[in-house]
């Protein structure tokens, strides 16, 4: 799948599970369609090329689609996730529930500060650093969510990495280049940087493009 | 400029103002190479490309430099912004100071709930929704940063555009396609999808590219 495909596919799977806890059994190419903002030509000819078939009858069954869709999108696998860096924004996600309908887990937050971590009131356990190879290891944890201090960036980086984690979600305002790993390993790592998003914003704005 | 570029000198001007406050009055390409991740030749080129001269003794001064990127950037006009939606992300981004060393200012937050606009402890003021327009227009509002819950968005992003926003920066898990308005204006909106990153990440681990 390219990523514009897996931005659909990933669509289809959330709108499917909704459909689910609805009560509907069969499916539509038209009901995924509207609902990902895609025609229903391109929800056909994605499920064409990727090579789910629907019903004699017209349409797929809800449940067969939500596996094969499932599958392709490796959701048999542990989607756990760690929190690294509990301030305002790392606790923010912890309570955020938008995760849950894909299937990802915030399994549990990490920070430096004694006061973050003895304090019992968080939706998910939060533990000293130290204590991040051990939780990883036992919750089987492939992605760390980065919402460390910038001045903390790099060294919460290497700890994850050194913890086993490959995936990293990054908050912090420093761009992470995911480089080769010495046993082989390419860490995958999305940046997410919102001050330069505004910037981008406010650029835009007042240069707007194809004025130039 | 390009995306690229203007990813470059935001974090020229960035290290620039850093800099500046440390008190140094006259700067290299390679000084602002190192903090932004590039060579100094990258640098050189990007101020050749942007008719921006260096002094004659070599370096550049800062001060002229600032200005004269700051001028680029559009830094002169109003860099006020928004948040609509003030629960745990939206709160989160108010306090969030990283902002600041842009120029960008969030000058007010907007919720629904009387809970939580009565309530005074926000580090900006909070006002219910209807005064949205008047505040857009006391404050030369340029940008709304959307953190609504889900089923608010479409509304939430409708009742910024009628306000006078024009930029959108948008948190929630709905997609929005910036479409050209009535009156001509053409909103700017970037959408960041936590969970759909999250989920693009867990894929790229899973189904590493270049491997298919």
Redesign the interface.
Known sequence: ?N?DQ??RV?RYFRTLNRLKTIGLERVFAHNLADAA?VSAATVRKDFSQLEIHGQKRGGYDLLELLAALGEL??KG?S?N?IIIGC???G???M??S??E??G?KVVAGFDSDPLVYSDSSHPVPVYPLSRIDEVVQARDV??G?LTVP?QAAGDSYERLLASGV????NFT?V?I?AQVQKDGR?P?V?N?N???????????????KGSE
Do not use: S, W
């Open positions: 799948m990523n897996l931005v990933t903002g999108l490796g696998d989607q996730c301030g305002r924004i606790r923010a996600l309570h955020y938008g995760f309908q894909d990802i492939k992605v969510i910038e490959t995936g990293v979600l305002p761009t280049k390419m995958v999305h997410i919102i001050a330069l998003e505004l910037e981008q914003i406010f650029y835009e704005l007042k240069f707007p």
